[in-house]
């Protein structure tokens, strides 16, 4: 008997060593991902010694969050009233007017971007690796000399003269602009318009009200 409970007490350790009790974490979707999209990047948010910390990779503490990106504005199924929904009236004002100044934009126009591809979270991340405030393709920021797209100074930068370039190759067309921005400007240029793709319809629309409300401020 003595023989039998020893051999399962040994069987309990091993099983409480390999099997340890799961952790409590403390998680949430950021307000600017879009929880209904499931193939999302993982963005991990912890802080360490008074320091916050993002990465791709579980921190070893409990205390975090769970952040999913994607382009803020993108989501056909969003419910947010864009003609009502806050504005970032002063977020990077001065990044944002050497850009405009540099590239010859409308500083709403840029600020109206930013607003919808990253709702100005310089941390944000999409699930097919656009980075930053103006959600800058890796392949587009290297292209562009960007070092950090996570710097706001130099995603801005770059997010600006890219769409400048836009515009200049679709004449000034914003709506087209902002089309190629979102799909690419070969897919605007083979459909001869906006694509028919329910994420940049809805992405075009958007950034048109956040514009005319950015420049009415």
């Known amino acids: 008997m003595l023989i039998f409970v020893a051999t399962l007490l040994v069987i309990t350790l091993v099983h409480a060593e390999t099997n340890p009790p799961k952790r409590k974490i403390i998680a949430h979707y950021s307000a600017q991902g879009t929880s209904q999209q499931l193939q999302q990047e993982k963005v991990y948010r912890s802080s360490h010694d008074g320091i916050t ?11 975090y969050e769970v952040l999913l990106f994607d382009c803020y504005a993108c989501n056909p199924s969003s419910t947010i009233n864009w003609r009502t929904t806050p504005l970032f ?6 990044e944002i007017a050497k850009a405009a100044k540099a590239y010859q934009l409308d500083p709403a126009l840029i600020r109206a971007v930013i607003h919808a591809e990253s709702a100005f979270n310089s941390a944000a991340e ?25 710097s706001a100074p130099e995603n801005i930068d770059a997010g600006s003269r890219y769409l400048a370039q836009m515009l200049q190759r679709f004449n000034g ?3 087209l602009a902002c089309a190629a921005y979102n ?28 514009l005319q409300r950015y420049r009415a401020l």
């Open 53 to 63: 910390v993002f990465s791709d990779r579980i921190p070893s503490n409990d205390n």
């Open 89 to 94: 009236r002063s977020s990077y004002k001065t």
């Open 126 to 150: 999409s699930r097919t690796g656009a980075i930053g405030l103006m959600q800058l393709m890796p392949k587009t920021a290297k292209a562009l000399g960007v070092a950090n797209a996570f």
């Open 173 to 175: 067309n914003i709506s």
């Open 183 to 210: 799909a690419g400007p070969t897919t605007v240029s083979n459909y001869n318009g906006i694509p028919p793709y329910p994420e940049t319809k809805a992405y075009v629309e958007r950034v048109g009200i956040l």
